[in-house]
């Protein structure tokens, strides 16, 4: 019961997390938030490490388990988390969210490639209903912004964003929100979220493969560390630390309490798959799609799209994880054997 409701705890202050970031990038930028997220990630999984008595461990890892951590670092942790911040950042936490999710088939389509692992009708349907649920809500968003005011996104983020930044609205009215959602490039960013962080999970398997019994708390701090070097080669870019050094006041507590939840959901997942099976733990961490819908509601209700094909796209997307991570035949088990059979039925692997 405990790994349970730490996977539960981890679904939440992920969600939490994002909603938070991306209150920050209504103003502010994704490097600002990236600024903060990345440096203080690698230093809580360094003091867990120094907490739990294994900074021994990071001399451990053999060359080509290191190889693996850094990779999955640098992509995970900087590429994906700046492709998830800037879909977060163009079309919001609730559209945005589906499209990232898919890392789930994404993973079970580069398992089955590359480790040869099943793939079932079940799996297959929930891969459907992930896309599906994906496409619905981003068409009803692109239908609902088209017949909407031409307003440009930043002048519509500045007539939001001035009662809530403590700066006083334009007009006298009451306010309304004008967020139009960039589905386009949203989805782009969202897709490239996916395969990151769909990829990222089969790197830290190979690392674990050629590192057997090694610390997963020091592997997190080696993936960070290759994820801080890489990120500080950013700042060599012309404007870059400008960028970060014009962070606004109003939204650095954003940006502090994103990098903190970060952290402690990444440390509440560990946790999670320490004391319960990864078919429990996993998919109660798909739940962060619904706390996402209700979060945003309550702290960015006007920087969001919300509507009923929102809502049930978000809720397809769970069921179709859920299908994809459970373990097929405890799913069905108790259905009649010609169907069980059936939804058994491997396409794909051994």
Request: glycine share 8%; proline share 5%; hydrophobic share 55%.
């Amino acid at each position: 019961m405990l790994g349970i409701l730490y996977a539960a705890l981890g679904a939440f202050t992920f969600s939490l997390n994002n909603v938070t970031l991306r209150r920050g990038v209504v103003t502010g930028s994704v490097l600002q938030g990236m600024a903060l997220t990345v440096p203080i990630g690698g230093l809580s999984f360094l003091l867990m490490a120094i907490a739990f008595g294994e900074l021994g461990q990071l001399v451990t890892f053999p060359p080509v388990a290191l190889a693996w951590l850094f990779c999955q670092g640098i992509v995970h942790f900087v590429i994906g988390r700046y492709c998830n911040y800037r879909s977060n950042q163009l079309m919001g936490v609730n559209l945005s969210a589906p499209v990232v999710q898919l890392q789930v088939p994404f993973a079970m389509l580069l398992a089955v490639l590359t480790l040869h692992e099943r793939f079932t009708v079940l799996q297959a349907i929930g891969s459907a209903l992930m896309l599906g649920g994906s496409f619905v809500a981003q068409t009803e968003a692109g239908d609902k912004s088209a017949t909407a005011s031409a307003t440009p996104l930043s002048a519509a983020i500045t007539t939001v964003s001035g009662p809530v930044q403590g700066r006083p609205a334009r007009s006298g009215g009451p306010r309304k929100s004008a967020f139009r959602p960039q589905l386009f490039s949203g989805c782009l960013f969202g897709f490239a979220a996916a395969a990151c962080y769909g990829s990222s999970p089969l790197m830290a398997r190979q690392a674990f493969l050629n590192a057997p019994g090694a610390s997963t708390v020091a592997a997190g701090c080696l993936a960070y560390a290759a994820a801080n070097l890489a990120f500080s080669l950013v700042l060599l870019k012309p404007g870059a630390w400008q960028n970060i050094k014009a962070t606004e006041r109003e939204n650095l507590p954003w940006f502090l309490a994103a990098a903190v939840l970060v952290a402690i959901s990444q440390a509440l997942v560990y946790a999670s798959l320490a004391l319960a099976p990864l078919m429990v733990v996993t998919p109660i961490l798909q739940l962060s799609l619904v706390f996402r819908l209700f979060l945003s509601q309550l702290i960015n209700r006007d920087y969001e799209v919300m509507n009923a094909a929102v809502i049930a796209g978000a809720f397809a997307a769970v069921l179709g994880s859920m299908l994809i991570s459970l373990d097929t035949d405890q799913l069905t088990f108790a259905l009649a054997p010609g169907v069980a059979e059936f939804l058994r039925y491997r396409l794909v692997g051994h």
